[in-house]
């Protein structure tokens, strides 16, 4: 939401704050018109990770220029036409950390994006758009880069990709002992299977993925393993999918790594062997090795 301060009518001094006008959905319906399928694709990539930087736009979506400045500059361009239209805003220039540049702004759709692809789904209306904080916006971040690792390890031939679901795509619901409803909240699910020679493995390895970002104790962290032990034993995904993912936390640092690990094994309620743990230098190399 963009502020702006400024004196009263009345000439009173005093510093206000002004709200942008909505677009009604005339306006909208517009718009639409005017969108490109590749501004769709981006509105709805947006959506799908709640936040985006202009590199992770740029590679999702801009990678198939001939060269990676003129699709740097495509997706620039691109990105200031749908926030003229406040169709995407930025609610921090950046995170505390990351390199400054226009390749590190944080994207994220406004509430007219949000209606407009409700409009062009035909749901209801949406509510108001809050402002994330710092932490929040740097888990889903991390979620993106290693969605983006995956799409890039496929398109270099190096696995095939044949599911990825973001959160809440990816949750799953199911009763628990006292009748109550569950929900398992992974970060991705993914099905991939390594390539060799350029041809794909006999077999896929299916993958319940958390990023962790190293802010929840390690005993809250176990204990998120054990839904998915809870899960498990419900035998739902083995009916639906004939084999139950291997969870694969994705942690900041080998000394998160070696603690979750220690924990992990120290737990009477824990199957080891549901579990692989790396970092993200290590991710993919964990994901091309599979379930070995």
Known sequence: MNRSEGVSAEGSGMTGTSRRRGLGAERLLDLQRQLSARDLRLLELVAAHRFLTTRHIEQFLFHDH???????????RSLARLESWQLVERPIRRVGGMQAGSASSIWMLASPGHRLLNLRAGNGAVGRVREPGERF???YLAIADTHLTLVTAERSSQLELSTVEIEPLCWRSHVGLGGQREVLKPDLFAVTAPRTDGLPAEFEDSWFIEVDRATESLPT??????????????????DQRGVFPLVLWVVPDERRATGLRTAIQRSKKLDTDLYRITTPEQFLAVILRGAA
């Open 66 to 76: 001939a060269t990676q400045t003129s699709g740097a500059r495509s997706c620039r």
């Open 137 to 139: 916006i740097r888990h």
């Open 221 to 238: 962290v176990v204990k998120q393993c054990e839904q998915y032990e809870a899960y498990r034993r419900t035998g739902i995904e083995q």
